[in-house]
């Protein structure tokens, strides 16, 4: 066969690419990681006993907007870096934003209080927990960000697992936050943001091992 001819044949009855087959993929894959987070947040430690509190719902819901954000943002910006040269398209300062406001608040927090009270603000009395509970909870969510991102086709396979990975822990840090009662905002900011910011580091580290393609 000529080459013309194989051309041409390969170039007949050709169907459109559905663009938005990775979006929908991913979608349904952090819902899926998010279910798997909570459940696993619950049968290993539980619910705090005190959610129908005032205060306990002030601090959740600053947990939970926190940890959303980052889920959020990262997730628009994996979506193109599924895709060939995605990296190319993209600008991840805007990721940086969620981590900012909580520092900027937990700053707020500290400047407000007597400095006697930093130490037990920042650390509080969970701070070994988190720190093991997180990425510990984020490993199912990461597989399944990675299966979801392997639907695609990345090319920065680095970036894409760091993405994977930031995604993983903020939807870690969520089922997490139905659990922990150490509610001060430099808490939140050291560790939680901080187990979030280990686990973007450990994807980045496997994303070209696991990506790769």
Not at 58 to 80: D, N, Q
Request: hydrophobic share 55%; glycine share 8%; charged share 15%.
């Amino acid at each position: 066969m000529k080459t013309d001819d194989l051309v041409a044949l390969l170039s007949t009855n050709l169907e459109p690419v559905d663009s938005k087959a990775v979006v929908r993929t991913l979608c349904v894959a952090i819902a899926a990681a998010a279910i798997a987070a909570l459940g696993i947040a619950f049968t290993s430690l539980g619910f705090r006993p005190d959610l129908t509190t005032g205060h306990a719902l002030i601090y959740l819901t600053i947990k939970l907007t926190f940890a959303i954000g980052v889920v959020g943002l990262s997730l628009v910006y994996l979506t193109r870096l599924a895709r060939p040269g995605g990296e190319r398209k993209i600008s991840p300062l805007l990721v940086a934003v969620p981590f900012l406001v909580v520092l900027v608040l937990a700053a707020i927090s500290l400047g407000s209080a007597p400095q006697s009270h930093w130490e037990r603000m920042i650390v509080g009395d969970e701070w070994l927990e988190c720190l093991l509970s997180i990425p510990v909870i984020a490993i199912v969510p990461f597989a399944v960000s990675i299966w979801a991102v392997r639907k695609g086709a990345p090319t920065n396979l680095s970036r894409a697992g760091a993405f994977a990975g930031l995604i993983a822990g903020g939807v870690s840090a969520m089922a997490y936050a139905l659990h922990c009662t150490d509610d001060s905002l430099p808490f939140i900011a050291v560790w939680y943001g901080g187990t979030i910011v280990l686990c973007t580091l450990a994807g980045a580290a496997l994303g070209p091992r696991l990506l790769r393609w």
